[in-house]
């Protein structure tokens, strides 16, 4: 009976100091955390979900755009503004910037370049009226009225063809900012 009990106290301090061992706290290097933003003495604040989107065009087929001036079916998106103040400005409109297609200032030239990339075509962002905005970061589109709290700037993309267009990717960049008055 004593072999016994000694048996399961050794046993049991055997058992204590392999669980203990294998939870032993480990620490080791995650990677980093980058924190990015800014405070601004405007009307509105950009919404963080808008500062940095990804607009999908999708596939459009090259029989599409044969000519200078054809266009894709347009795909929405919005810029959206939070916690707006009407007593500090009443409207709101957006202006562009971005690489421009040689001789036309409302059109964004694609960056690839070489084997897989598109020719003869860019992007073209229109405003809530559905025209064309230039690409020189002055030119500011149709403004919205604001109210109190959340307010949204619709805007529009579509491919252009600048040229009989050729398959391959056609991605394009551009910044914006934001007018109150």
């Not at 061992?21 to 509105?44: Q, R, S, W």
């Not at 589109?141 to 529009?156: A, E, K, R």
């Amino acid at each position: 009976m004593n072999k016994l009990i000694i048996s399961s106290i050794a046993l049991s301090l055997f058992s204590a100091t392999t669980i203990a061992a294998t939870t032993t706290p480990v620490a080791v290097n995650g990677g980093a955390v980058h924190f990015k933003g800014e405070i601004v003495n405007a009307a509105c604040a950009v919404d963080a979900g808008s500062s940095d989107q990804t607009i999908r065009l999708g596939q459009v087929r090259s029989s599409k755009l044969t000519a200078d001036g054809n266009v894709s079916s347009p795909v929405g998106f919005a810029i959206q503004l939070d916690d707006c103040d009407t007593t500090v400005a009443g409207t709101a409109s957006v202006a562009f910037t971005g690489s421009e297609v040689s001789g036309k200032n409302n059109v964004l030239a694609v960056q690839a370049t070489g084997a897989g990339a598109a020719t003869n075509v860019g992007v073209q962002i229109l405003d809530s009226h559905s025209q064309p905005l230039q690409l020189d970061g002055t030119n500011f589109g149709s403004t919205i009225l604001l109210t109190n709290g959340t307010n949204t700037i619709p805007l529009q993309a579509r491919y252009i063809a600048t040229g009989a267009a050729t398959a391959g990717t056609a991605n394009a960049d551009a910044t914006f900012k934001i007018q109150y008055q």
